[in-house]
């Protein structure tokens, strides 16, 4: 489940190195990144809420006594209404704070957004990751986009982004580290060999050729926060121990850091020489 993530924003820099970002190999990376995401944020639903039914109460993921069905019947509610937040409320909401007086309106109407869906994720024993992820959807699909986007860059650059990776630095213990390298390297290698050879058969099964899927494949290795976040709710929970938490954490850092060179090469493929 944490390695079924993609960390867009490292393919994106490559993509647009070498200007690719719009091409169909860009797109459907794109595509694929943002729909992975999804299915892991599901998944990472259906892991709480069988922990919960089981007596495995997570930490801040709501009512943990709920009975299965009634939790999952909950959560299929949430995701309705995040579906109504991307396609109807969210527009409606940035038109309603252009009304407002404070400066900044439309920035601050994003936070109660991001805010309130993460404390319904949480309602419904969901993460409050997961509203968050589909409120930034949501906002993302308004016309106040880089409004937002350009108010909330310093904001979390400046606090929120160096207090969660602290956060998940302070839980590393490097101590076993040699006593874990085989598995370190074991498990890079299968973050980039599954990545680079499913995604990218994928796409050759749907009529790409072999350069283009090389690049989708490569595409698709880098990491990111979605991975962090899912290893830091295991963590959390007690389904991870210290010791593979930070080896997990490690091998994240280093198919993130390898990506780049493996999605450059693949694109030199496909770019003419100039």
Not at 55 to 69: D, K
């Amino acid at each position: 489940m944490i390695f079924s993530a993609t960390s867009v924003s490292i393919s994106v820099a490559v993509l647009r190195e070498f200007k690719k970002l719009d091409s169909k190999e860009g797109a459907t990376i794109l595509g694929a990144a943002v729909a992975d995401d999804i299915a892991g944020v599901m998944m990472l639903s259906i892991m709480i809420s069988m922990m919960n039914s089981r007596g495995e109460h997570v930490p801040n993921s709501g009512h943990g006594s709920l009975p299965l069905w009634l939790t999952l019947l909950l959560q299929a509610g949430f995701f309705v209404v995040s579906y109504f937040l991307i396609r109807w409320l969210a527009p409606k909401l940035m038109k309603i704070s252009e009304q407002m007086l404070p400066v900044a309106s439309s920035s601050i109407m994003a936070m109660i957004v991001c805010l309130g869906m993460a404390t319904a994720a949480e309602a419904v024993s969901l993460s409050g990751a997961v509203g968050s992820f589909f409120a930034g959807i949501a906002i993302a699909n308004t016309h106040k986009k880089e409004t937002i986007n350009r108010s909330f860059v310093p904001i979390g650059y400046a606090m929120f982004i160096p207090i969660f990776f602290v956060n998940v630095g302070l839980s590393m213990r490097l101590d076993h580290f040699w006593d874990s390298i085989v598995l370190i390297v074991v498990m890079t290698f299968l973050a980039i060999i599954t990545k680079l050879f499913g995604s990218g058969a994928g796409a050759r099964m749907l009529g790409f050729d072999f350069n283009s899927s090389y690049v989708v494949g490569s595409g698709m290795i880098a990491r990111g926060e979605m991975a962090l976040i899912t290893a830091q709710i295991g963590y959390g929970a007690h389904l991870i121990s210290e010791t593979y938490y930070s080896d997990i954490i490690t091998v994240i850092v280093l198919a993130t850091l390898l990506a780049p060179f493996v999605l450059k090469h693949a694109l030199k493929k496909i770019t003419p020489a100039a």
